[in-house]
């Protein structure tokens, strides 16, 4: 049974409450340990050591010593690899071979791409003539913003969580995190690889709780907390935007979404039908650019259908530590009950069910876990709850199309705008029709195919601002500009 505490000043600490909360295995709901829930004190420790952090030896060290500390934090990933492997699995039940090869990697590789990325971050310079002398010289220095407030969600808790920590630690910030109460495993590991890559107390910093009333919203209040990164839901976000605007902190947003894939007839349909089978059902479907409204042209629906139905079958629910486990379970009961109104809502609004719509039988102690059955549904209007609200659970809706124009509109008619998929092998097409998608990403003949240099966020209710390369580098600095008369 393990027992998670928080991170503050480089050490462990318990909550001086003692307060703790219980963390539940998704596939079996039996207990797996108890955190330590940060309240005001926490939160203030936390504050006052990243402060502290930034005049001590961390705003001194030369872009190479930075550079170095950050691939060893990297390096420690990787050499503690199997270590965080089953934490993340453990507390997310997700399939190991995913979390091999998604999640752990990606998450040592965020601090060795902003290591490097750091090094050719540009800054601006420009002459101006003056008529009584040889002109002025300005030129932009980029500080950075201070203390950073982390604010993380639980499905893909250490790669979203690094995705905004190593670039806010390459850019010379302290940190204080708040993970998802769910999932604080592997963010509180990361504090003996911090120390051990001789990152100084007090740079990285982690506070576990909740969120209203709890560790959350106290980090986001917190005056002296610069900045604020968050991805999560964007009912969430509204509230953190509410804290942030006292003190006019600046904030980056990573918020919910309602992809859209779009799939024409002139697609290669084996890519087609892999493809939409990894965006729908990757993850148990929890991941903010998962595909949950499908639009086939019709020449090919009926077909598309058919396979789309056959890959989810195949699907293998199990353990996370089971080799031949594709699909895991929820995050939660909680998150299954909510999945799981919307399964009862689909059937009351008429939908066709493809496959799926329920709960699995699961054999002995995996039947007290968070699992429902990969579900496919046909036949619903355009305004349904299906069609326009955030699931987040391993299930989408298909609806046949005509043209082009046709398949835009339905594609951007939602409040969201974070990613979509674009399956057609006319390039011209594919190009045509992604620039005119309302979306931060649209990718054509794949699915969350990274590449960290690109802008990555959404827009609409899908965020605010980008990070990703140059653009995490920007919202984690502070731009001065210097005039020099010549
Ligand atoms: P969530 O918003 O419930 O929680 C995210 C984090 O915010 C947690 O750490 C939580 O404790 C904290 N929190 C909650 N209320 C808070 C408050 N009032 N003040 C401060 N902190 C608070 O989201 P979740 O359920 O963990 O994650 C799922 C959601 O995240 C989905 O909507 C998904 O689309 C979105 N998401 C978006 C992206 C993206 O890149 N756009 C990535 C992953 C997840
Ligand atoms: O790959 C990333 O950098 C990223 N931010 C992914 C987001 C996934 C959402 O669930």
Redesign the pocket.
Known sequence: MREVKHFIGGKYVGSVSDRRFVNRDPATGAKIGETHEGGHEEIEAAVSAARAALRGPWSRLSLDERTAVLHRIADGINARFDEFLDAECGDTGKPKQVASQIDIPRSAANFSFFAEALKGFAAESFMLDTKDSAGALSYTVRKPKGVIGV??????PLL?MTWKVAPALACGNSVVV?????TPTTAALLGDVMNAAGVPPGVYNVVH?????????F??EHPDVDAIT????????E??MR?AASGVRDIS?????KNPGIVFADCDMNKAVAGTLRSVFDNCG????STERLYVERAIFDEFVVRLKTGAEHLVLGAWNHPGTTLGPL?SQN?RDKVLVYYKRAIEQGATVITGGGVPEMPGELAGGAWVQPTIWTGLSDDSVIVRE?I?GPCCHVRPFDSEDEVIALANDTRYG?GAALWSENTSRAHRVAQQLGVGTCWVNSWMLRDLRTP???SKH??IGREGGVHSLKFYTELQNICVKL
């Open positions: 604010i993380s969600p639980w499905n893909m979203l708040k993970p998802s109460e769910e709780g909740f969120g209203p009333d709890s560790a959350g919203a980090l986001t968050f991805t999560g839901e964007t009912s969430t976000g509230t953190i804290a947003f990573e918020l919910g979404g929890q991941i903010c650019l995050i998150h955030e987040f974070l990555f966020g959404g899908s965020g």
